[in-house]
């Protein structure tokens, strides 16, 4: 029996015990939660099999330890759990950021047991009544083991991560927090400052927000997300995304030149270099940024589901653009996501899914 213990029984916290739960039948789970009503709640759907208001000697029999408080409490709780962690005993949390953590790693001398893990996976929702274990199906898990962690561990923990129905990545701390300051971090401030630049250039009659659509929306759409959690990102993640936000400044200032220049050639490469890179990526469509008519659906991790649902649509007189899995899930929800034609296609997909039992996301 592996025992696995969870500091904060949240969003994500919550849908890596349930998806191990689902996907495992050698998994025994204690869960500390401050939040009673929540630790109720998992005991109640059989996802924890004990429940502790305070962190304690229970936890002195896990094999992993999952450190799933906000970031704030994470290093005053590894504090409280290092008296009780047996040898052996696997730490490991699930926050975008990792250096940080590792410094506190470090100073502590963890270096053998810890290995960091940000799973790609998010929702707008908050708390383990909004958890689920197919958050975690075909999404990326970074893994950012320490220095000295026993190759065996890291084996042992990817297989782990494998047996939730995710897609383990290994990868160290310095380029985890490098990589997704660019590719997650520094977007929300961009997108963020592009809405508000808007709004400071807006009629009184809020002409421009009432005809934004389409590509405005389509890049702005992570401007929505919470307010805190990207504060704390950039007070943890700062360097990375001050520097990276200097060289997008002073790629703009070079574009700007060029504009004002009237330079044709120089244009025209600024687009298509952006175009043919972004093209490149997996799920990149063709052309311009034009709005997207789709939806994200949750599908069990099963052979056939996506036939299924490509089946049920087709037998509706829905046409399908383009479907496919999404990995990284941290700024939407669903795990299938189905690019449709028109935008009337939208609400009768909705429709003939849920009618069939699917959970269904509207994209913004």
Same mark, same amino acid.
């Given at each position: 029996? %592996?025992?696995?213990?969870?500091?904060? &029984? /949240? !969003?994500?916290?919550?849908? +890596?015990?349930?998806?191990?739960?689902?996907?495992? #039948?050698?998994?025994?789970?204690?869960?500390?939660?401050?939040?009673?009503?929540?630790?109720?709640?998992?005991?109640?759907?059989?996802?924890?099999?004990?429940?502790?208001?305070?962190?304690?000697?229970?936890?002195?029999?896990?094999?992993?330890?999952?450190?799933?408080?906000?970031?704030?409490?994470?290093?005053?709780?590894?504090?409280?759990?290092?008296?009780?962690?047996?040898?052996?005993?696997?730490?490991?949390?699930?926050?975008?950021?990792?250096?940080? %953590?590792?410094?506190?790693?470090?100073? &502590? /001398? !963890?270096?053998?047991?810890? +290995?960091?893990?940000?799973?790609?996976?998010?929702? #707008?929702?908050?708390?383990?009544?909004?958890?689920?274990?197919?958050?975690?199906?075909?999404?990326y898990y970074i893994m950012t083991p320490g220095a000295d962690v026993p190759?065996?561990?890291?084996?042992?923990?990817?297989?782990?991560?494998?047996?939730?129905?995710?897609?383990?990545?290994?990868?160290?701390?310095?380029?985890?927090?490098?990589?997704?300051?660019?590719?997650?971090?520094?977007?929300?401030?961009?997108?963020?400052?592009?809405?508000?630049?808007?709004?400071?250039?807006?009629?009184?009659?809020? &002409?421009?927000?009432?005809?934004?659509?389409?590509?405005?929306?389509?890049?702005?759409?992570?401007?929505?997300?919470?307010?805190?959690?990207?504060?704390?990102?950039?007070?943890?993640?700062?360097?990375?995304?001050?520097?990276?936000?200097?060289?997008?400044?002073?790629?703009?200032?070079?574009?700007?030149?060029?504009?004002?220049?009237?330079?044709?050639?120089?244009?025209?490469?600024?687009?298509?270099?952006?175009?043919?890179?972004?093209?490149?990526?997996?799920?990149?469509?063709?052309?311009?940024?034009?709005?997207v008519h789709a939806i994200r659906v949750d599908i069990p991790d099963q052979?056939?589901?996506?036939?299924?649902?490509?089946?049920?649509?087709?037998?509706?007189?829905?046409?399908?653009?383009?479907?496919?899995?999404?990995?990284?899930?941290?700024?939407?929800?669903?795990?299938?996501?189905?690019?449709?034609?028109?935008?009337?296609?939208?609400?009768?997909?909705?429709?003939?899914?849920?009618?069939?039992?699917?959970?269904?996301?509207?994209?913004?």
């Amino acid at each position: 029996m %592996i025992i696995c213990g969870f500091i904060g &029984l /949240g !969003l994500i916290g919550g849908s +890596i015990a349930r998806a191990l739960k689902q996907n495992r #039948e050698d998994i025994r789970i204690l869960a500390f939660d401050t939040n009673q009503e929540t630790l109720n709640l998992a005991l109640a759907e059989e996802i924890a099999d004990a429940v502790y208001p305070e962190l304690g000697e229970a936890f002195s029999t896990c094999d992993f330890i999952f450190l799933c408080a906000p970031v704030s409490h994470n290093d005053e709780n590894l504090l409280k759990i290092l008296k009780y962690k047996k040898d052996g005993c696997i730490l490991t949390d699930v926050g975008s950021v990792k250096t940080p %953590i590792f410094r506190h790693i470090q100073q &502590l /001398g !963890l270096t053998d047991c810890f +290995i960091g893990g940000h799973p790609m996976a998010g929702s #707008e929702r908050i708390g383990f009544a909004n958890s689920k274990a197919s958050l975690l199906e075909n999404a990326y898990y970074i893994m950012t083991p320490g220095a000295d962690v026993p190759a065996k561990s890291v084996e042992t923990f990817r297989d782990l991560i494998q047996s939730m129905g995710a897609i383990p990545l290994l990868v160290n701390s310095e380029k985890h927090d490098y990589v997704t300051a660019a590719v997650s971090h520094l977007p929300h401030v961009i997108a963020s400052s592009l809405v508000n630049l808007v709004r400071d250039h807006d009629d009184e009659n809020g &002409l421009m927000k009432s005809i934004a659509a389409g590509g405005f929306k389509d890049i702005t759409r992570i401007a929505s997300s919470s307010p805190v959690m990207w504060q704390q990102i950039c007070l943890t993640n700062t360097a990375n995304i001050s520097d990276l936000l200097q060289d997008y400044i002073e790629s703009l200032q070079k574009i700007k030149i060029k504009l004002d220049e009237q330079n044709p050639e120089a244009l025209y490469q600024f687009f298509d270099e952006a175009r043919l890179y972004r093209d490149s990526f997996i799920d990149a469509g063709s052309g311009p940024i034009k709005k997207v008519h789709a939806i994200r659906v949750d599908i069990p991790d099963q052979a056939g589901t996506i036939a299924a649902v490509a089946t049920l649509l087709a037998l509706n007189g829905i046409n399908i653009k383009n479907i496919g899995i999404t990995h990284n899930r941290e700024a939407e929800e669903g795990v299938l996501r189905i690019e449709l034609y028109e935008e009337s296609s939208i609400e009768k997909a909705v429709k003939v899914l849920t009618d069939r039992g699917y959970t269904t996301h509207l994209t913004k």
